[in-house]
């Protein structure tokens, strides 16, 4: 073990990093830049002295927003010392049994107590505290820390802590879908390192982050997006080195049938720049043609032409600038098209191999035109994974497969997840739950014979007999 120290580096928060910021069941995803004010759970605090700590170091927040790690001290809890009750029956909640009044614990925050010295004396000047339960103390205890505790721990990004992030504070912007979810479209589509694998994909760039993520930075990823770009905003919040950006790919899906059918053209020039370019070509003629006509009118009115000269020049100076810069971003422009047509044909050289292992569609848009053309893409014996917030979606893909065939072993599930509260005497599920996660439509592709059409073998077998009915009469 002789490199401890690079090995005990990966896992120390360096500047530049993104972290997620997490507070009871709030997280926050960041990025650690020197004296830069982040504000989380409606706080201002600066993370430049979190550098060179360990991940899931907890912080205390001091005076003015910097961080100090919080020690860990064997001071006494607010429990020693304290009887616990039989049973809560006797206790009457008016609104009195506590002694401190809020000008009283604003005061002691003015003072400098911390949130355990608080807690303290929150516990000390309580009246029923005593003839509480034990379970009801830890409880009343974990609800104050809550409150004036002020910590927060530093987590590095993963998949399943953005994956709670995102459906505990913005669920509608990952069409609701939860990390148990989420897991299972990984282990479905059979993710792995080395693989080549299709994604469509519109919950701001989880699932596609949590598929490199899976991947390790091995094999290929190819993106296919909407609109006039893909969106990575999720993408980013996991921190992959520069390695892991090598292997994403994108393509437009607007373009699956023109690939499909062989008539894609990823030579294609922009419009607009060659509109652009006609322009200064008659600009530049017009100038020719009107330079003559002004020579020829120079005799009659040379000295008052004289006097306007210094004005006509700082005129042409800025003229000059103006063309300048439109002349570079033509070229920006010009430059980033030839990259958007080179990357283009990249992806587009991949996909015609028709040899890909694993399709993931998660999305807000309909999946069955999505699915049937993706489909074409993967090689046979290869999983498919297909995330709906609703199930009629996915029951209409579900028909569809069945008729088209090149599918077997469909499955339209739906996950039940609640937690549980695991205590000596008191287990029971918690009495809020998620109401649901969506619904996952997988299967895998055969290989299909194409030369025999549809319903062939139904053609081949003999017609059945029909019963020949006697009329009778009476």
């Known amino acids: 073990m002789a490199d401890?120290?690079?090995?005990?580096?990966q896992y120390r928060i360096k500047e530049g990093d993104y972290v997620v910021l997490k507070r009871g069941e709030i997280f926050k995803a960041v990025q650690i830049q020197p004296r830069k004010k982040v504000i989380f759970e409606k706080q201002w605090i600066f993370?430049?002295?979190?550098?060179?700590?360990?991940?899931?170091?907890?912080f205390e927040i001091l005076s003015g927003g910097n961080l100090k790690p919080n020690e860990l001290k064997d001071s006494a809890s607010p429990l020693d010392a304290v009887e616990a009750g039989t049973d809560n029956r006797n206790i009457v909640d008016d609104g009195k049994s506590q002694k401190l009044t809020r000008d009283d614990i604003e005061a002691l925050k003015e003072k400098g107590l911390k949130g355990q010295d608080i807690i303290k004396k929150l516990v000390d000047n309580h009246a029923t505290f005593g003839d509480k339960t034990e379970y009801s103390q830890v409880k009343y205890i974990k609800?104050?820390?809550?409150?004036?505790?002020?910590?927060?721990?530093?987590?590095?990004?993963?998949?399943?802590?953005?994956?709670?992030?995102?459906?505990?504070?913005?669920?509608?912007?990952?069409?609701?879908?939860?990390?148990?979810?989420?897991?299972?479209?990984?282990?479905?589509?059979?993710?792995?390192?080395g693989s080549k694998v299709l994604v469509f994909e519109t919950c701001a760039g989880l699932v596609l982050g949590s598929i490199m993520e899976r991947m390790g930075g091995y094999g290929s990823v190819i993106q296919m997006y909407p609109g006039g770009g893909p969106v990575r905003a999720g993408v980013e919040s996991f921190g992959f080195p520069a390695h892991f950006h090598d292997t994403l790919h994108e393509f437009p899906i607007c373009h699956?049938?023109?690939?499909?059918?062989?008539?894609?053209?990823?030579?294609?020039?922009?419009?607009?720049?060659?509109?652009?370019?006609?322009?200064?070509?008659?600009?530049?003629?017009?100038?020719?043609?009107?330079?003559?006509?002004?020579?020829?009118?120079?005799?009659?009115?040379?000295e008052s032409m004289e006097t306007n000269t210094g004005d006509d020049a700082g005129q042409d100076v800025e003229k000059m600038e103006k063309d300048k810069l439109k002349e570079a971003k033509a070229q920006v422009k010009k430059l980033?098209?030839?990259?958007?047509?080179?990357?283009?044909?990249?992806?587009?050289?991949?996909?015609?191999?028709?040899?890909?292992?694993?399709?993931?569609?998660?999305?807000?848009?309909?999946?069955?035109p999505v699915l049937l053309g993706l489909l074409k893409f993967l090689s046979p014996s290869r999983p498919f994974v297909v995330y709906s917030q609703y199930i009629e979606p996915l029951i209409e893909c579900f028909k569809?497969?069945?008729?088209?065939?090149?599918?077997?072993?469909?499955?339209?599930?739906?996950?039940?997840?609640?937690?549980?509260?695991?205590?000596?005497?008191?287990?029971?599920?918690?009495?809020?739950?998620?109401?649901?996660?969506?619904?996952?439509?997988?299967?895998?592709?055969?290989?299909?014979?194409h030369s025999k059409p549809a319903g062939s073998k139904q053609a081949e077998e003999p017609a059945p007999k029909r019963q020949k009915l006697e009329d009778t009469e009476g």
Request: a neutral charge; glycine letters at 8%; one cysteine or more.
């Open 4 to 9: 401890n120290g690079d090995d005990d580096n």
């Open 47 to 58: 993370l430049d002295n979190a550098v060179g700590q360990l991940y899931s170091t907890t």
């Open 143 to 193: 609800k104050k820390k809550k409150k004036y505790e002020n910590t927060v721990m530093i987590l590095k990004p993963s998949c399943r802590i953005l994956a709670m992030m995102y459906h505990g504070r913005e669920p509608g912007k990952i069409c609701h879908l939860r990390y148990d979810t989420l897991a299972q479209m990984l282990t479905l589509a059979n993710i792995h390192a």
């Open 256 to 302: 699956v049938n023109a690939l499909l059918a062989g008539t894609l053209d990823t030579s294609a020039k922009d419009p607009t720049a060659e509109n652009t370019h006609e322009k200064q070509l008659n600009l530049a003629a017009e100038k020719e043609q009107n330079q003559p006509e002004a020579e020829e009118q120079g005799t009659p009115e040379e």
């Open 336 to 368: 980033r098209l030839e990259e958007k047509q080179r990357r283009l044909a990249a992806t587009a050289a991949l996909l015609k191999g028709r040899n890909a292992d694993g399709l993931v569609i998660a999305s807000r848009f309909h999946p069955c």
């Open 400 to 449: 569809k497969l069945r008729e088209c065939g090149g599918t077997v072993n469909l499955r339209l599930t739906d996950t039940w997840m609640r937690h549980y509260q695991v205590l000596p005497d008191r287990t029971h599920p918690l009495l809020l739950m998620s109401g649901g996660g969506g619904y996952l439509l997988s299967g895998t592709t055969v290989a299909t014979d």
